[in-house]
Structure formats: structure tokens, C-alpha cells
């Protein structure tokens, strides 16, 4: 099994592109999390699904989107990207309720410039 | 607000010695804690949990430990090795609340050889 993959591992913006973060997972979880890691910072939540067709906002989801169309897939979409939005981003998935089983991705280097 | 914190943003330890890493928490209704490890360019592992109803509990190598009065959460690690060098940080969540997690800042373990 893959776990969760993410795609790209890094990707440098211009002020204002737009992009998406790709994340799927083949270990057929319902929840799957965005967290955004700044340097010297924990882990920030930015959106959560418990399922495929429902998200939720987290502590952080200004400037950002998501969907979740299947099971598998949620990619996260900068539409007007922010210096303040240079970060290391990670998506986790796990099963229903269990926090304890959370597996993240290996993370993608996001520059805006 | 609520937060969770490390003390010390390093340590470095001697291969064998035993390490232990500390984190502060402020949340009084947290009562679910995970310590994560991340090595560079991965994203974060499981290494264990503790619930609030216990004040101790073992893995292979590690230990974590509870201390509910002072809001403190210990990770111990023995005979540190030097696949232990990364970086380690803690997570809490109110699961009668939202059941999501707070992260810490981490701290970076750097085992001499």
C-alpha cells in the first residue's frame, strides 16, 4: 500500500497563481486532513472531511478550497496565492474517529514569491 | 487561547544515553495526547498516545507520561539511537469537544554519536 501520497513534494508561485495540492490515499479512510506546518510552528488544521462529499473548515481556511468527489481524493486549491501562504503542507487520512491513526503524507514545499 | 508548547526547541543526547522531551499543555479539558516524530522531508508518525485516565503508558522503547495537575506531558525514550534524531512533538485534543488536534511546536532530538 501507497498510504497517502501527495503531489508535488515542492513547487515555487508567483503572487497570485493558483494551484492545487493533490493528496489520495488507498487505504480506503473516510477523514482526511490539511494541515499547514510554518517554521517553529505546530501543525495549523486548514479544511477536514469525514466523508466524500462533506468538508469542513478548519482553524485555518482563509485562502483556501477543497473538495472531496471521492473516497480517495482531496486536493487543496490556492486560487490567489500570498506570500502568507509559503508553508509545508500535509494531508493525513484515518479512519473514522480515531485521531490515534492519523497517517500523514510526506508533505509539499509550497514558495510563494 | 488554548495552546500546547515545548519547553526546549533542542536537545542533544549521547547514543545510549535515554532522552526525554517535555511539553506544557493549557487546555484543562484535554483528555486524549499523541507524541509525533518527523524525520527531514517526511511527514509526521504516531509513537504514542496516552488518555487522561492513565498517567503512564509504555512502548517499545518510549514511555510517555501524564502529569494532569501541572498540565505536563513527558515523551522518554531509552538507549537513544541515532534513527531517534528528528523532530518530536506533541498533540492534544478534548475529544468530548471537536476531536481535533492541537499541535505543538516540536523539538529537535540530535543524538551524538
Known amino acids: 500500500n501507497a498510504g497517502v501520497t501527495q503531489t508535488p513534494k515542492f513547487r515555487i508561485l508567483k503572487i497570485g497563481q493558483s494551484m492545487t495540492l493533490q493528496c489520495t490515499q488507498d487505504m480506503n479512510h473516510n477523514y482526511m486532513y490539511w494541515y499547514r506546518q510554518d517554521p517553529g510552528m505546530g501543525l495549523k488544521l486548514i479544511y477536514y472531511?469525514?466523508?466524500?462529499?462533506?468538508?469542513d473548515k478548519g482553524e485555518v481556511p482563509n485562502g483556501y478550497n477543497v473538495s472531496r468527489s471521492t473516497t480517495e481524493d482531496f486536493p487543496l486549491r490556492l486560487e490567489l496565492a500570498a506570500p502568507s501562504q509559503t508553508s509545508v503542507y500535509f494531508c493525513?487520512?484515518?479512519?473514522?474517529?480515531?485521531?490515534?491513526?492519523?497517517?500523514f503524507g510526506d508533505g509539499t514545499r509550497l514558495s510563494i514569491l | 487561547g488554548e495552546s500546547v508548547g515545548l519547553h526546549l526547541p533542542t536537545l542533544s543526547v549521547q547514543e545510549g544515553d535515554n532522552s526525554i522531551i517535555n511539553c506544557a499543555y493549557s487546555n484543562s479539558a484535554s483528555d486524549y495526547f499523541i507524541w509525533y516524530k518527523q524525520e527531514s522531508g517526511k511527514g509526521p508518525q504516531f509513537i504514542i498516545d496516552?488518555?487522561?485516565?492513565?498517567d503512564k503508558r509504555q512502548g517499545q522503547r518510549v514511555t510517555v507520561l501524564l502529569n494532569k495537575t501541572v498540565k505536563h506531558l513527558s515523551l522518554q525514550i531509552a538507549a537513544t539511537q541515532p534513527g531517534d534524531s528528528a523532530v518530536y512533538f506533541c498533540?492534544?485534543?478534548?475529544?468530548?469537544?471537536?476531536?481535533?488536534?492541537?499541535f505543538g511546536k516540536g523539538i529537535t532530538l540530535s543524538v551524538r554519536p
Open positions: 496516552i488518555r487522561s485516565n492513565m
Open positions: 498533540a492534544e485534543a478534548d475529544t468530548g469537544a471537536n476531536s481535533k488536534l492541537t
Open positions: 472531511s469525514v466523508g466524500a462529499g462533506i468538508t
Open positions: 493525513a487520512s484515518s479512519s473514522t474517529g480515531d485521531m490515534m491513526s492519523q497517517h
